[in-house]
Each structure stands twice: as C-alpha cells, then as structure tokens.
C-alpha cells in the first residue's frame, strides 16, 4: 500500500522568506505526485502534478516542486512566499500507469505568512 | 466550467441516526471518490466509482456506510447508524479516468454529537 509523509505540520514565515515543505511517498512502483492546496474556507485545488518528464514541475502562483525518485520525495518551494499563500498544503500520490487508483494524502501542512 | 457540487454544505446530527450526502461530478467524468478529511488530517479514500461501479471500497466501513452512483453520475454516500467518531468532513471528487487529476467539491462537514 502507498503512504504520504508531509514531515512540516505548521510552517510560520515572514514574507517574502523562502518556503519549501518536505514530501516523501512510499510505493515501488510508478507513481503520479500532486501537491494540492486548500486555502481558508475554500475547497482543495491543484497547485501542481507530476507524472513524467523534466522532474522539475512548476504550478500555479510561483510555486514549483522537484521529483526526486532516489529519494521518494517531492518536495514543494517557492522563494518568496506572500501574505496570501496562508493554507493547508497536502502531498498526494496515485499508482501510476494501468493502477488508475485514488490519491493517498499526507496529513497536510499548514502555513501561515506573516505580513 | 462548472465543478464538483455537494450539499449540504453543514449537517449536524446526533449518534446513532442516519445522513446522506449528495455529489454531482463535473459533466463527462467517468471517476468519482469519496474522501473523508477528519481533523488534522488529510482526506482518506472511502470509495471509488468508474462509471456506475466501484473500483475500491477497501475502506469504507460497510457496517454503517453505504454508497450509490446510480446512472454513472450522481452519487450518494450514506452513513446509518452514524458514530462520533464520524464527525469529518466528506469531500466528494471526480476525475476523467480513475488515476489523474481530481478535481474537489467543497465538501460536507458533518457534526454527530
């Protein structure tokens, strides 16, 4: 079975600080990542996806994420975070390839940008 | 485009009685999950249909929890008798094939007290 761990459960910085929150999945075999993010009271929505090619993906609002398959990890930055990047960041994969299954979530980070 | 509907948004019910919750996928998608998001934690996959059947339902609690998606597209998820411990919210997606991108509804957040 696959698992998601997101090891930063609250993350405070200051803006304009650079951000990068740690991803590791466990599953052998092909997988998709996705980082979504879930501002205050709206729903879940895809900040990027990986699932094959140049490892270095980019996402929406500056943010990006670099697949390294060595290390089972899929680590989020942005260098320079703003007051309105305060969510919940959650980690996910999927079996890639004929697997077609659900996502598995890590548990979330949730950060909060002082201005 | 329009996305994921659910409702009710909120429901509050006491233990040991029943809830239904309701989803409508974005028009054309054969895929659509039931995720449970407790607090503090990230949503887990109760159920997943492609088209009118299911694909995994590993971990949905069958004693109490049932799900339909009559027709391939609309879908309901019912809990009976619902526990404490099912206080979450309910978080229905859908996708055009099953291991893409999901696309989220805003969820039902459900109290049993």
């Known amino acids: 079975a696959q698992s998601v761990s997101q090891h930063n459960h609250h993350v405070i910085l200051s803006e304009a600080a650079s951000l990068e929150l740690g991803c590791n999945y466990s599953y052998g075999g092909t997988v998709n990542l996705f980082w979504y993010v879930q501002y205050p009271g709206q729903h879940l929505q895809l900040l990027l996806k990986?699932?094959?090619?140049?490892?270095l993906v980019k996402g929406i609002k500056g943010f990006e994420a670099e697949f390294i398959k060595s290390k089972f990890s899929f680590n989020l930055r942005k260098p320079s975070v703003q007051w309105s990047d305060t969510a919940e960041y959650f980690c996910a994969v999927n079996a890639g390839g004929a697997g077609r299954r659900a996502l598995t979530f890590g548990s979330g980070t949730r950060l909060q940008v002082q201005p | 485009e329009a996305g994921v509907a659910q409702s009710p948004r909120y429901k509050i019910i006491e233990k040991r009685q029943s809830v239904a919750f309701w989803c409508n996928p974005i028009s054309g998608h054969a895929t659509l999950y039931w995720y449970q998001q407790i607090l503090g934690q990230g949503p887990k996959l109760l159920i997943q249909f492609q088209n009118n059947g299911v694909v995994d339902d590993s971990q949905l609690p069958k004693d109490r929890f049932s799900a339909e998606r009559l027709k391939g597209v609309d879908s309901t998820l019912k809990i009976q008798p619902a526990k404490l411990e099912d206080s979450a919210v309910y978080l229905c997606a859908s996708s055009l094939e099953g291991g893409g991108r999901e696309f989220f509804g805003p969820g039902t957040r459900l109290t049993v007290l």
């Open positions: 990986y699932f094959s090619g140049d490892p």
